[in-house]
């Protein structure tokens, strides 16, 4: 290092000079990515809603009952829950139209954010583990109170946030209207009792709740561009500092080491001249 400083004294100034340009480049190309992004975020509102159910009766042998109720707006999760009902009970749900999903660990507090779409072992690619049908059936399996729980549209956003890709403002908020707007219905859904003893007028009323979307705002998604520039500059500096580091280290060490030896040496000669001392 020392050598190559000493036939070019400029090549330290040189190899900051560059390093800053580097710094000043790149950072102006991250600064220019996060201001023109192409993606949009989409909000929409999550309200849950409570829902009145229309009993429709008894069955013939008293061992079922059935009640209706619709939605008529985009809806996202779908929770049906009864009270003291039997183990051995079977809790049947179906749509008018369409279909929704199930999974019995859909909401389980043992199923830490458990969703239909969930990745595969071997590869980022997310697949479907809830069954999809316009009926779905579910056996209770512990006296008390039995909740379904079930997704309707698994491309809507479950949190009322999502995400896409536009050129323009335009274009995202047409995607934003296409991917709610379709789910805009109305549907009518049927819930079914089956008992293993005789079920009384009035003995089970189910309470469905539902968590229904609206679109309110499409915008830009963008960040802080002066954080995310000091954040860039505090890593490439990082970087460059760490590519200094071993020659540095490599130059340090060796000057340490000359002078060590220097040391040593002037300490012999310091000896052999006393030795030669006649007077001594």
Known sequence: MRKALAQN??????????????????????????????????HTSNDTVDHSVVDQGLGDDNLTQTWTFSTTRATTWLN????????????????????????????????????????????????????????????????????????????LPLGGLGSLFADSQAEAEDKAEALIAPSNATKVWTITLTSQDEIHPDEFTPKVESAMHELNLVEPFTVNPVTELLWSVAALIGCFGLALVIPLTAFIAGQAKEKRDERIRNAALVDADDSDDPGL
């Open 80 to 155: 049906v829950s009864i009270e003291n009902v039997e183990a051995g009970d079977i809790l049947t749900v179906s749509v008018s139209s369409g279909t929704f999903y199930h999974h019995p660990m859909l909401g389980e507090e043992d199923a830490d954010q458990f969703s239909c779409t969930q990745p595969k072992d071997d590869d980022d690619e997310a697949y479907n583990v809830c069954s999809k049908d316009d009926r779905h059936t579910f056996e209770i399996s512990a006296s008390g109170t039995a909740t379904f729980r079930s997704i309707v549209d698994a491309e």
């Open 9 to 42: 004294p400029n090549m330290l100034r040189t190899m900051i000079g560059l390093g800053l340009t580097l710094i000043l480049i790149l950072s102006y190309a991250v600064y220019a990515a996060t201001i023109d992004s192409s993606y949009y975020l989409y």
